[in-house]
């Protein structure tokens, strides 16, 4: 059986959503080294939509494939990035925010919840969402419900976010197949194509965001060294990990800790020296 039969089959897929516009998303996309359509998804969102399918050519299943993406593009882009993922067994999403440890929860196909509560609790306070409206829609899904499954309480998740802002296009949503997220992705407004293109052009990129971005006072300095220094750190024992994990999604959060830090530092001196 093909890759796309199997995808097919299996209905795996897996959305990104970044709480930013697509020029702050684009340049961290542009680190992951993934084939990737980006474009907006409402008032301050974006959605990324992988073109490859690595959890079925790796040992990594979807979700761990899609944190280590998520974590990665949350570091280089500076905001809270949302993985949305499915399988034929389960469901469920992954929050990134920076160097946080990230939070999850997952319902069984049948939708029953197998997450913890605090978890949602931290979702919200990350998101900025409502402590009692919002938290009251979310509670709500991590209870028993014979009449949702998975689906259904992902597109539960979904409502709650469109207070905030989102607004995916029809068709880019949960249970998809990835080769029909795709085709949905290939024809919206905006469309922005991830491609990798080398080393060169990623750094240029980063540094023209810096230079034309509202961080520019807040990019040198003792605070900008010492992150960048703690992205170095953070990163070297990370890219080991994976390496030996065999892990994309991680090697890519690696590689983008160890970018940005290496890229921080030489900001800061050549700025000193300009």
Do not use: C
């Amino acid at each position: 059986m093909s890759s796309e039969a199997l995808d097919h089959a299996t209905g795996v897929g897996a959305l990104l959503l970044g709480q930013a516009e697509p020029d702050i998303v684009e340049p961290a996309a542009h680190l992951l080294r993934e084939r990737m359509l980006l474009a907006p998804a409402g008032g301050g969102w974006s959605v990324l939509v992988p073109e490859g399918k690595p959890w079925l050519h790796g040992e990594e299943p979807v979700d761990r494939v899609l944190t280590g993406w998520a974590t990665a593009l949350a570091v280089g882009s500076g905001r809270p990035v949302l993985a949305l993922w499915w399988d034929t067994d389960r469901s469920g999403y992954t929050l990134a925010a920076g160097f946080r440890r990230t939070v999850g929860y997952e319902w069984l196909a049948n939708g029953t919840p197998v997450g913890e509560d605090e978890a949602m609790r931290t979702f919200a306070a990350r998101l900025g969402l409502d402590p009692v409206l919002d938290m009251q829609s979310l509670e709500a899904l991590t209870r028993p419900d014979t009449q949702a499954d998975a689906r259904a309480r992902m597109l539960g998740l979904l409502a709650v976010l469109t207070r905030t802002g989102l607004s995916l296009p029809p068709g880019l949503g949960p249970g998809e197949p990835a080769d029909r997220l795709r085709e949905v992705a290939r024809v919206q407004r905006g469309l922005r194509r991830i491609e990798w293109s080398g080393w060169r052009d990623a750094v240029r990129a980063e540094f023209d965001v810096v230079d034309s971005g509202p961080l520019g006072p807040w990019v040198r300095g003792p605070k900008a060294r010492a992150l960048a220094a703690a992205q170095v750190a953070v990163g070297l024992p990370l890219a080991v990990w994976a390496v030996r994990r065999r892990s994309g999604g991680w090697a890519a959060a690696a590689a983008v800790l160890l970018v940005q830090g290496a890229l921080g530092l030489a900001y800061d001196r050549m700025r000193a020296q300009g």
